[in-house]
Antibody, heavy 114, light 113 residues
Framework: QLQLQESGPGLVKPSETLSLTCTVS??????????WGWIRQPPGKGLEWIGS???????YYNPSLKSRVTISVDTSKNQFSLKLGSVTAADTAVYYC??????WGQGTLVTVSS | DIVMTQTPLSSPVTLGQPASISCRSS???????????LSWLQQRPGQPPRLLIY???NRFSGVPDRFSGSGAGTDFTLKISRVEAEDVGVYYC??????????FGQGTKLEIK
């Protein structure tokens, strides 16, 4: 069974870039079975899809975030990453990495504050 | 964008009784290949979401058979035949007709009376 684990800073200053990495275990990120994605959940609120990537590098982004988001994959490390630029307090959320819809990481809280 | 609307937003249920949650999409979720990418997720308090149902009515691995999904086109339902204490949490419907692009319902909070 796939397992996903997010890692990265829990505190980011406004206007800076949020960077998170997801490490996949129990399977290969190069598997054609999955798209890999990031989903976030502001405290006490619902779920928002940020974007997804295929192992080949093809990416899909939420139009509302597209100008600020970059998702990349490192098949040699079985990892994929998220970068979200020019963050504000509205980007404070629990960020989940997912094997699109099927398997979820535990999530990591990222707070945007000076 | 496809908008997903869930009802009710809160559902108090007696243990052992059935529960039902509805999800309506702003447009048909039937893909050109004939599949319908509508899933249901459960989020227990303090936990990440987990997949319960995929493609409308298929239970994911390890999901108890008291959970069932049904529906077609734009109207979908999640049913719990007999609610147990561990079922408390928030339930989300998710569409991925333009996979991997997806959108979620607002969530329905299931609580015990």
């Amino acid at each position: 069974q796939l397992q996903l684990q997010e890692s990265g800073p829990g505190l980011v200053k406004p206007s800076e870039t949020l960077s998170l990495t997801c490490t996949v275990s129990g399977g290969s990120i190069s598997s054609s079975s999955y798209y890999w994605g990031w989903i976030r959940q502001p405290p006490g609120k619902g779920l928002e899809w940020i974007g997804s990537i295929y192992y080949s590098g093809t990416t899909y982004y939420n139009p509302s975030l597209k100008s600020r988001v970059t998702i990349s994959v490192d098949t040699s490390k079985n990892q994929f990453s998220l970068k979200l630029g020019s963050v504000t307090a509205a980007d404070t959320a629990v960020y989940y990495c997912v094997a699109m819809g099927d398997y979820w990481g535990q999530g990591t809280l990222v707070t945007v504050s000076s | 964008d496809i908008v997903m609307t869930q009802t009710p937003l809160s559902s108090p249920v007696t243990l052992g009784q059935p529960a039902s949650i509805s999800c309506r999409s702003s447009q048909s979720l039937v893909h050109s290949d004939g599949n319908t990418s509508l899933s249901w997720l459960q989020q227990r308090p303090g936990q990440p979401p987990r997949l319960l149902i995929y493609k409308v009515s298929n239970r994911f691995s390890g999901v108890p058979d008291r959970f069932s999904g049904s529906g077609a086109g734009t109207d979908f339902t999640l049913k719990i035949s007999r609610v147990e204490a561990e079922d408390v949490g928030v339930y989300y419907c998710m569409q991925a007709t333009q996979f991997p692009v997806c959108t979620f319902g607002q969530g329905t909070k299931l609580e015990i009376k």
